[in-house]
């Protein structure tokens, strides 16, 4: 409860900024109904209330000085539907300031600190393969061309001097009316290198991202992953491992986008695949419908197979600053575990909707 009110004190000293850059919004949505479908024929479906959420963000600049803070509260119980319980946690909440013009600092937990070709347009994050910072403290150089900075997550002073730190640096061209961005990541604590290019409109009419990661992290690991993968999955860390990644996107009358990672391992390979279409209905109605696949792929003799494929269909309705989202969520998913028993897949659809309110 502290917490939350230190959030909001800090929250309404932001608002005070406001100028025309700023982005504050509030937005109340829930998983609305939740329905499990079972393997076997009368083991009865399970249904429940997918519980709530509201989420608060603030992003504000003045002069050169700006914050971000995201915090969401939720009421929730996706396990059972039986003890709903009301937990909040910040998401974002970071400060950054420019000292000098090509000189950015920035304080706090969770900001982004990425190469622009490490950007899904499916899955809508970086992969972490291309995100150099996140968290505590980072610092960017900013030039015409050229960019780049180092973060440092991890500092012990106690009882010996160790320090983690991560580097990135990539720079952009003119191409054709385009933006040609190519850049690399080296993180020295889980010694990983990474490279990704980009190449895009200056109208954001298309963009094309790709890359390449050695002993890097693919997406099933990541805590975001944008559909279910079951809790029953065994760890799903594909080590010493060599990361490919490609995304995509067309913005036109109809967008039309998708994601492609694929992760080598010792006797264990992920891939995660993700398409998207939109397209405008009425003046302020747009349809959208993104797909997205994970499969982890084992050794026989250590594990099985695991894999998920989540579908949603959904209509956004715009008018002025509100935003109204609503539709039906369908996931397919494979949840067996044991290397000698059959596998158990099962479907679940859940009716999400949800309401903005841009200030």
Known sequence: MKKGIVFCIIFSLLASFAVAQNEIYNELGSKGVIVSVPKTVGDGNNIGFGGLYDTVFGRVQYNNVGAEIKYTLRLEDLANFKNYSLAGAPETAYLWFNPIQWMQILVGQNFKQALPGSYMVVYDDYTNNGVYGNKYFGMNFLFDMVQGGFSVPELTISDKF???????????????????????????????????????????????????????????????????????????????????????????????????????????????????????????????????????????????????VDLYPRVIFNIGKHRLIGGMEFNFYETQRLVNADSDVKFAFAIPISWRYTF
């Open 162 to 308: 160790d320090m983690n730190m991560h580097f990135g640096i990539n720079g952009t061209f003119a191409l054709g009316g385009s933006d040609l961005n190519v850049g690399a990541v080296y993180k020295i604590k889980e010694e990983s290198f990474g490279i990704f290019a980009s190449y895009g409109s200056l109208y954001d009419k298309f963009y094309v991202g790709g890359g390449y990661t050695f002993h890097g992290e693919n997406l099933l690991d990541v805590s975001k992953f944008k559909f279910t993968l079951p809790e029953q999955l065994p760890n799903t860390t594909v080590t010493n491992s060599n990361v490919i990644s490609l995304t995509g996107i067309y913005n036109g009358g109809i967008s039309v986008g998708g994601d492609l990672e694929v992760s080598f391992g010792d006797n264990k390979t992920a891939l995660y695949a993700g398409g998207l279409f939109a397209m405008g209905l009425m003046k302020n109605l747009t349809f959208k419908f993104t797909g997205a696949y994970g499969g982890y792929f084992v050794d026989s003799k250590i594990g099985r197979d695991r894999w998920s």
